[in-house]
């Protein structure tokens, strides 16, 4: 049994900072690919950053120069550190992440239960 466990979210005025934190646990070979999505109010779930297994990241366009993604691979833990938050960034942020469980030869979809982060004006 594969889970995800995410932390870190809160209420936080605007230009605050915010650190989320997903941990995988479980029978876990391998994590590829981990990633955090947000869905706000009346929107679709987006993609907010992902990272390899090797460290290459991406972002989205709002979040560049505010967010960084970052993982413990020997703790299969990702992060994402949110700076300089805005009240656009209220959402329910969601852990992703790509992973072999023991048992399977290829890596399925994880999703934890999701952060609630409110940013206030």
């Known amino acids: 049994q594969v889970q995800l466990v995410e932390s870190g979210g809160g209420l936080v005025q605007a230009g605050g900072s915010l650190r989320l934190s997903c941990v995988a646990s479980?029978?876990?070979?391998?994590?590829?690919?981990m990633a955090w999505y947000r869905q706000g109010s009346g929107n679709q779930r987006e993609l907010v950053a992902s990272?390899?297994?090797?460290?290459?990241?991406s972002y989205i366009d709002s979040g560049k120069g505010r967010f960084t993604i970052s993982r413990d691979n020997a703790k299969n833990t990702v992060y994402l550190q949110a700076n300089s938050l805005k009240p656009d960034d209220t959402a329910v942020y969601y852990c992703?992440?790509?992973?072999?469980?023991?048992?399977?030869?290829?890596?399925?979809?994880?999703w934890g239960q999701g952060t609630q982060v409110t940013v206030s004006s």
């Open positions: 990272i390899t297994r090797e460290g290459r990241t």
């Open positions: 992703n992440a790509d992973i072999m469980p023991r048992g399977l030869l290829f890596t399925k979809s994880y």
């Open positions: 479980g029978s876990i070979v391998k994590i590829n690919n």
